[in-house]
Nanobody, 118 residues
Framework: QVQLVESGGGLVQAGGSLRLSCTAS????????MAWYRQIPGNEREAIAK???????WYADFVKGRFTISRDSVKNVLYLDMNGLKLDDTGIYYC????????????WGRGTQVTVSS
């Protein structure tokens, strides 16, 4: 069982930047397929960035060029660097991990709130 704890959310003005962190325990971030999701009120949770064990990265079109997913296997932390934040980026951001790419098991953090103001 992997536990995930997000941090780094907060209130930021449009155009600003934030770095989200996801601290993992019970497994190493370098050994797990991991991802960041977000949920906007009234919408379903959606994937925004993924990183595979072999370091392949995927981004949703609406964050490409603005967000960067990375990890530190020594600190055992997954990051999401967010630049050029827009009002539409407001939501709860969740860290996700799976035992393997083929697994249907999902581990989730409790989320961190990001609010972008004008």
């Amino acid at each position: 069982q992997v536990q995930l704890v997000e941090s780094g959310g907060g209130l930021v003005q449009a155009g600003g930047s934030l770095r989200l962190s996801c601290t993992a325990s019970g497994g190493n971030v370098a050994d797990l397929p991991m991802a960041w999701y977000r949920q906007i009120p009234g919408n379903e949770r959606e994937a925004i960035a993924k990183i595979r064990i072999e370091d392949t990265k995927w981004y949703a079109d609406f964050v490409k060029g603005r967000f960067t997913i990375s990890r530190d296997s020594v600190k055992n932390v997954l990051y999401l660097d967010m630049n050029g934040l827009k009002l539409d980026d407001t939501g709860i951001y969740y860290c996700n991990a799976r035992p393997a790419a083929w697994s249907s098991v999902n581990w989730w953090g409790r989320g961190t709130q990001v609010t972008v103001s004008s």
